[in-house]
Antibody
Framework: QVQLVESGGGGVQPGRSLRLSCAASGFTFSSFGMHWVRQAPGKGLEWVAAIWYVGSNEYYADSVKGRFTISRDTSKNTLYLQMNSLRAEDTAVYYC?????????WGQGTMVTVSS | DIVMTQSPLSLPVTPGEPASISCRSSQSLLYSNGFNYLDWYLQKPGQSPQLLIFLGSNRASGVPDRFSGSGSGTDFTLTISRVEADDVGVYYCMQAQQTPRTFGQGTKLEIK
């Protein structure tokens, strides 16, 4: 079945780096735009980044621009989010989502905690 | 960036009664192709968000017909014709007209 599974979350100190992965299955990964969306504890949803399926153009929220990088490996059907210079305010559950007219498939999320 | 504003933020509803949530955008979400780029999502307690309505009024696969989306331009409404206990959670609207995508603050639906 169509599925997205995130991994790579955990606890990290401010200023350090972390790479999240999102393994896709059940659909042609290279044919869809993919997004990262996060949710801070007790808060709403915040869009983080996107990568298009055509040309692999990348887009970022201002809050992460210059620190986060979204990428995809179509040979591994995997989406990535490289997070550098992490801050306390980056603490959140990070979801990957597939876009087909809308975010029709979401992963289960992976928790990132930035704390000293 | 497009600002999305939802109301109410809290919605207590008696089972069997209707419910509606409003979502307003700071810019028109009506594209030249005639589609409104407005989606609705439900996040049930402890779960990931799930798609309910896309392009303003299209129900996603498997979504009961109790759920409907309406509106155009900057004003949109999600309506549940008869609320059931399983409908509890936080409802979000999101604009897909441009990047960055932006969400409303969320509306928490609870059962009276």
């Amino acid at each position: 079945q169509v599925q997205l599974v995130e991994s790579g979350g955990g606890g990290v100190q401010p200023g350090r780096s972390l790479r999240l992965s999102c393994a896709a299955s059940g659909f042609t990964f290279s044919s869809f735009g993919m997004h990262w969306v996060r949710q801070a504890p007790g808060k709403g949803l915040e869009w983080v980044a996107a990568i298009w399926y055509v040309g692999s153009n990348e887009y970022y929220a201002d809050s992460v621009k210059g620190r986060f990088t979204i990428s995809r490996d179509t040979s591994k059907n995997t989406l990535y989010l490289q997070m550098n210079s992490l801050r306390a305010e980056d603490t959140a559950v990070y979801y990957c989502a597939k876009e087909s007219d809308a975010f029709d498939i979401w992963g289960q999320g992976t928790m990132v905690t930035v704390s000293s | 960036d497009i600002v999305m504003t939802q109301s109410p933020l809290s919605l207590p509803v008696t089972p069997g009664e209707p419910a509606s949530i409003s979502c307003r955008s700071s810019q028109s979400l009506l594209y030249s192709n005639g589609f409104n780029y407005l989606d609705w999502y439900l996040q049930k307690p402890g779960q990931s968000p799930q798609l309910l309505i896309f392009l303003g009024s299209n129900r996603a696969s498997g979504v009961p017909d109790r759920f409907s989306g309406s509106g155009s331009g900057t004003d949109f409404t999600l309506t549940i014709s008869r609320v059931e206990a399983d409908d509890v959670g936080v409802y979000y609207c999101m604009q897909a007209q441009q990047t960055p995508r932006t969400f409303g603050q969320g509306t928490k639906l609870e059962i009276k």
